[in-house]
Every structure is written in structure tokens, then in C-alpha cells.
């Protein structure tokens, strides 16, 4: 089911001419690629909407790569799990 949560107004040269409500699904997901920049530094380099994508991505990085999936209802975040640790992973 969806939700209104808003609206937007459409603004052109001759002014605002249309209003439309925005409606967002109730739970989705989306895919972050974080890259260590630091010792303690992580810095994301992308938002993807499969995993596929992201990791492909990730391949073609040098450093090490995580894939984070975030979990969404509407607008609030629910939870995140990296999936993935690619790249120079921790010394045991």
C-alpha cells in the first residue's frame, strides 16, 4: 500500500501551474558502496538499486569495498547489513 507523504509544486516561467502528491513504496531497498579512504575512514561512492550493479563496481576498485544493504519503509531507514567485504580485507 502506498503513502502520501507530500507534494511538489511545479514551478515554470508563467508561475506554479500543478500540484501532484508524491507516493513512495512501503518498503524497499537500496545498495551502498562504501570505500575505505583511512584507517578508521570510510567515504560511499555510490547508491545502487541491485546488488549486481554495486558489485560490479566495487571489482573495479583498487581499495577496499564494502556493499551495504539498507532497508526502507517510505522514507525511514529500518536497518542496514553489509553484504560483501571485497578488496584488502582485516588482518587476523
Not at 513512495?24 to 555510490?46: C, F, S, T
Not at 560483501?84 to 587476523?92: F, I
Request: proline share 3%; glycine share 6%.
Amino acid at each position: 500500500m502506498a503513502t502520501r507523504i507530500g507534494c511538489i509544486a511545479l514551478v515554470t516561467p508563467l508561475g506554479r501551474v500543478n500540484v501532484r502528491h508524491l507516493w513512495l513504496m512501503a518498503k524497499w531497498k537500496q545498495y551502498e558502496l562504501w570505500v575505505q579512504i583511512a584507517q578508521n575512514k570510510w567515504e560511499i561512492i555510490g547508491l545502487f538499486p541491485s546488488p549486481e550493479l554495486a558489485t560490479v563496481v566495487a571489482n573495479a576498485r583498487n581499495a577496499r569495498t564494502r556493499l551495504i544493504e539498507v532497508l526502507y519503509d517510505g522514507t525511514k531507514m529500518m536497518g542496514q547489513e553489509i553484504i560483501a567485504e571485497l578488496g584488502n580485507t582485516r588482518k587476523e
